[in-house]
């Protein structure tokens, strides 16, 4: 899968997760809802970070760390 469409504004939640399920763990460890949620296909990474009032860079930076 293209990096490009990881770093994308526009993936939805569900199909980044599909793609990258090592990303799970972040999400987890956010105590984040987004695994499995109705709304994941709708929700960005965006989205979830104001949702939950996270750093956007810094909680992509802990998404990227799990692709290494």
């Known amino acids: 899968m293209p ?5 994308d504004p526009d993936t939805p939640l ?6 990258w399920p ?4 972040v ?4 105590q984040m809802l987004c695994v499995g949620c109705l709304v ?6 965006t989205d979830a970070c104001k949702e939950y009032g996270l750093e956007i860079d810094a909680f992509y930076a802990e ?3 799990t692709l290494r």
């Open 63 to 65: 998404l990227t760390a």
């Open 14 to 19: 569900n199909e980044l997760i599909a793609d």
């Open 3 to 7: 990096l490009q469409r990881f770093y």
């Open 27 to 30: 999400f987890f460890r956010h």
């Open 40 to 45: 994941a296909p709708f929700h960005t990474v």
């Open 22 to 25: 090592e990303t799970v763990e």
